[in-house]
Nanobody
Framework: QDQFVESGGGVVQPGGSLRLSCAAS????????IGWYRQVPGNERELVAT???????VYADSAKGRFALTRDNSKNMLYLQMNDLRPEDTAVYYC???????RGRGTQVTVSP
């Protein structure tokens, strides 16, 4: 059973934007800090952004200034706003709880001219 369900991926041109959504159960949403990860087939998964203690959000260097992680507690939703997308951002993006097996299946993001 998937703990998270992601949506919002698609094909976009370089410089474009996408907003990814991650739906979770109330239990997962209220109990854990959640992060966005991405993975290209054949590569290790990469942390994009994650919630941490004291309501801080940590971003990968590649995401700083372009991506924003937000949470809507009323809807049990986590979002990743991605701006100024680049071809190297192409990957499957998914939600996960850091350090646990809890994750979703992901949504494909393709950045191509």
């Amino acid at each position: 059973q998937d703990q998270f369900v992601e949506s919002g991926g698609g094909v976009v041109q370089p410089g474009g934007s996408l907003r990814l959504s991650c739906a979770a159960s109330a239990t997962m949403f209220n109990q854990y800090y959640i992060g966005w990860y991405r993975q290209v087939p054949g590569n290790e998964r990469e942390l994009v952004a994650t919630e941490t203690t004291e309501q801080r959000i940590v971003y990968a260097d590649s995401a700083k200034g372009r991506f924003a992680l937000t949470r809507d507690n009323s809807k049990n939703m986590l979002y990743l706003q991605m701006n100024d997308l680049r071809p190297e951002d192409t990957a499957v993006y998914y939600c996960a709880v850091p350090g646990t097996p809890y994750r979703g299946r992901g949504t494909q993001v393709t950045v191509s001219p």
